[in-house]
C-alpha cells in the first residue's frame, strides 16, 4: 500500500463544489485510489474509486493526475449532509483489506 | 447501512469478561472483515475472512477471535477483554477480496472498564 497526505481538514460552503486533494507519490502502477467517508457515529461509506482514468459516480468525482502521484475528490455541490472524515486510501493490505490514514475532516457552513 | 448488521450497538464490559459482536450481511458478499477504530485514528485490520470456513489474521489480532459462522456471519470474540480493547469495532464486506467496494455496519461501541 502507498502512503497517502491529505489536509487534516477543510470548510466549504453549501451548494458549492469541494475539492478534496490526496498525494500519493508512492503509489505502484495496480494500486487503486479509493475513497470512504464517514459521517459522525457511522461506519466508512464507499465513495468511489479508480486506476488512471476519472471517475463519475451519483456521489463525486475522481479526477487522477497523468503521474498517479495525486488525486482530487470532487463533490459537485456540498450539502449539510457531506460533513464528514473523507479517507483517500491508495492500494491496501495483502488480504484485500483498507488502511485507513487520518483523513481530511470537511465541514460545510450553510 | 442496510445489508450489514452489527450487535449490539453499545456495550460496556468489565476487565476479564468475554463477548462476542455479532455481524450479519445480506448482500450476498464472500469477504468479510473486522475492524476496530480509536479516537482520531483511522481504522486497523483485526481478522479477514475470504470465504466461509477461512479466517487469516490482521493488523491486529492478539486479544481476539473469529468465527465465520456461514457465508451470512462473521462474529468477533473477546475471550478475556482488557480496557486496551476499548474501542469502536466495525465489521464489513465485500463481494471479493481484491479491493473491492467495501460495505460497513454501524459499528459496536465497546467500553471496557
Known amino acids: 500500500d502507498a502512503k497517502t497526505t491529505q489536509p487534516n481538514s477543510m470548510e466549504s460552503n453549501e451548494e458549492e463544489p469541494v475539492h478534496l486533494p490526496c498525494n500519493h507519490s508512492?503509489?505502484?502502477?495496480?494500486?487503486?485510489i479509493h475513497w470512504y467517508r464517514q459521517l459522525p457515529s457511522q461506519g466508512p461509506e464507499y465513495v468511489i474509486h479508480?486506476?488512471?482514468s476519472n471517475v463519475n459516480n451519483r456521489m463525486a468525482s475522481l479526477a487522477i493526475a497523468e503521474d498517479r502521484k495525486s488525486s482530487t475528490l470532487i463533490l459537485h455541490r456540498a450539502t449539510l449532509r457531506d460533513a464528514a472524515v473523507y479517507y483517500c486510501?491508495?492500494?491496501?493490505?495483502?488480504?484485500?483489506?483498507?488502511?485507513f490514514g487520518k483523513g481530511t475532516k470537511l465541514s460545510v457552513k450553510p | 447501512n442496510a445489508g450489514v448488521t452489527q450487535t449490539p450497538k453499545f456495550q460496556v464490559l468489565k476487565t476479564g469478561q468475554s463477548m462476542t459482536l455479532q455481524c450479519a450481511q445480506d448482500?450476498?458478499?464472500?469477504?468479510m472483515y473486522w475492524y476496530r477504530q480509536d479516537p482520531g485514528m483511522g481504522l486497523r485490520l483485526i481478522y479477514y475472512?475470504?470465504?466461509?470456513?477461512?479466517?487469516d489474521k490482521g493488523e491486529v489480532p492478539n486479544g481476539y477471535n473469529v468465527s465465520r459462522l456461514n457465508k451470512r456471519e462473521f462474529s468477533l470474540r473477546l475471550e478475556s477483554a482488557a480496557p486496551s480493547q476499548t474501542s469502536v469495532y466495525f465489521c464489513?464486506?465485500?463481494?471479493?477480496?481484491?479491493?473491492?467496494?467495501?460495505?460497513f455496519g454501524d459499528g459496536t461501541r465497546l467500553s471496557i472498564l
Open positions: 464489513a464486506t465485500a463481494f471479493g477480496s481484491v479491493f473491492q467496494p467495501q460495505h
Open positions: 508512492t503509489i505502484s502502477g495496480t494500486d487503486y
Open positions: 475472512s475470504a470465504s466461509e470456513g477461512t479466517t
Open positions: 448482500m450476498n458478499h464472500n469477504s
Open positions: 479508480g486506476l488512471t
Open positions: 486510501i491508495a492500494g491496501g493490505g495483502s488480504q484485500g483489506n483498507l488502511i
